[in-house]
């Protein structure tokens, strides 16, 4: 059974830092890309992803220079560090992975539940 469990959101304040956390199991992780889809009043984007096959990485324009997706491939989990926060970066985070898609590229396969990040003084 696939499997993306995040964690790691919350509420910070403009300025702040976050980092999420997405464990998966369930599938071959370094055959998939994993990415962090956001979904906010304006819709749901994808914000940043990864290929665990090339480690290759896409960013919203977004958040460039922001945030950091990383990979660890002894754990099967993907990090989304997340630097100077916005309000705008208000949403609910779901980490989601798919074993054909291009980065960002929806709809993936597979989606965890979503976790809340609030950004706000």
């Known amino acids: 059974e696939v499997q993306l469990v995040e964690s790691g959101g919350g509420l910070a304040q403009p300025g702040g830092s976050l980092r999420l956390s997405c464990a998966t199991s369930?599938?071959?992780?370094?055959?998939?890309?994993v990415g962090w889809f956001r979904q906010s009043p304006k819709g749901r984007e994808g914000i940043s992803c990864i290929?665990?096959?090339?480690?290759?990485?896409y960013y919203a324009d977004s958040v460039k220079g922001r945030f950091t997706i990383l990979n660890d491939h002894v754990k099967n989990t993907v990090y989304l560090q997340m630097n100077y926060l916005k309000p705008e970066d208000t949403g609910i985070y779901f980490c989601?992975?798919?074993?054909?898609?291009?980065?960002?590229?929806?709809?993936?396969?597979?989606w965890g539940q979503g976790i809340q990040v609030t950004v706000s003084s």
């Open positions: 369930g599938f071959t992780f370094d055959d998939y890309t």
């Open positions: 989601a992975a798919d074993p054909i898609r291009g980065l960002c590229i929806n709809p993936y396969d597979y």
């Open positions: 290929s665990n096959t090339d480690d290759s990485t």
